[in-house]
């Protein structure tokens, strides 16, 4: 099945409310939609660009698509290894882009094969439990935030924390005080190795499932000292974008947040998940902010692959969902049962 087109949109979709988080705050989602198509069918993905994590922007990621249409028209589809290592041969970094490619791939290939791609790549259940994640904010809007998220039915909640050590204690306290819900944290690098340890200290005692990234990504080393600082297991996310990211933090922390448009797509993320299992590291799968095309194929990765945990409500955000894929259901993202990734355009 040879590959005739890829084309792409950019599509910007204003949020329900300003995103803050410690690396800054956003109001606008800006990604690119991309399709593959051979004469019979078309697959879908999608590139979210973060340029403070992968270095990304629509610029980079539209130049990218520029170069593997170049190198992937005529070339056959459904060898969706081969044509990962034509664009790995061919453009260095761009994980965004390249994630948009293997979903569009994997998608024409669960079609060809009129099996839903979770199916293909091993999973038995079509839906998983995700965290919603709630902003930072004061200590009154973490409280309606959260309540917000509750009522929807959210049995995980994430909270976003690094920026003041004393409001994130307090908030943490105050939302436990009005929920049994699981709670994950999750600091975006934003506190110093001294600050992190007292923070999770003082909020061992409210019952937090995991900690994430408290420290900046480039101190592998204290990642480790924290870990044994706290009873919190301490996930990493910035600091692991790829296999060999994996490797170097076997031992320093206790699970890993793996994110498609970080790995490049489901190939290099597969990878990923066999290093951390074997070395007995627990393995969740996140998201950026990303509309239901990349939230859906997340969602295959982590069913297909047996992930312990999911963050993948991206498209949560979005003030529209023009893109029709997971369904969110009491707690669960739920996968569609058509083939491939089984996404709805608009209009189709
Ligand atoms: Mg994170």
New binding site residues.
């Given amino acids: 099945m040879e590959i005739e087109d890829i084309r792409w949109k950019v599509v910007e979709i204003p949020l329900k409310k300003p995103f803050r988080?410690a690396l800054g705050t956003t109001t606008v989602y800006r990604g690119v939609i991309v399709e593959v198509c051979t004469q019979e069918l078309c697959g879908i993905g999608e590139a979210s660009p973060s340029p403070r994590i992968t270095g990304d922007t629509v610029g980079s990621i539209t130049a990218a698509l520029e170069i593997a249409r170049k190198v992937l028209i005529g070339k056959d589809a459904l060898d969706v290894g081969a044509r990962m290592n034509d664009l790995e041969g061919t453009i260095r970094g761009n994980t965004a882009a390249k994630a948009a490619i293997d979903f569009a791939l994997h998608d024409i290939l669960g079609k060809r094969a009129k099996m839903p791609l979770y199916r293909i790549l091993g999973g038995e259940r079509k839906k998983i439990d995700t965290s919603l994640t709630v902003s930072i904010g004061s200590v009154e809007d973490t409280i309606k935030h959260a309540g917000e998220l509750l009522e929807a039915g959210a049995k995980v909640l994430?909270v976003k924390i690094g920026l003041d050590p004393e409001e994130d204690v307090e908030r943490i306290r105050a939302l436990r005080n009005i929920t049994d819900a699981r709670i994950r944290v999750?600091a975006?690098q934003g506190y110093s190795l001294k600050r992190a340890i007292k923070v999770l200290r003082r909020i061992e005692r409210y019952e937090i499932e995991f900690a994430?990234?408290p420290i900046p990504a480039e101190r592998i080393d204290d990642l480790e000292i924290l870990r044994k600082s706290t009873e919190i297991p301490v996930?990493a996310?910035?600091s692991v974008h790829r296999s060999s990211d994996v490797l170097r933090l076997i031992g320093k922390v206790d699970g890993i947040?793996i994110?498609m448009m970080k790995s490049g797509g489901i190939r290099e993320a597969t990878r990923m998940i066999s290093i951390a299992r074997a070395a007995g590291m627990k393995v969740m799968v996140?998201c950026m902010i990303e509309t239901k095309v990349g939230i859906t194929a997340g969602t295959h990765f982590a069913l297909g692959m047996g992930a312990d945990y999911a963050?993948l409500d991206g498209y949560w955000d979005l003030k529209e969902n023009p893109y029709e894929g997971v369904v969110y259901d009491d707690g669960y993202n739920v996968l569609p049962e058509a083939p491939g990734l089984g996404i709805k355009s608009p209009g189709n």
Avoid: A, P, R, T
């Fill in positions: 988080i994430k999750d975006n994430e990234q996930f996310d910035e947040n994110k996140g963050d």
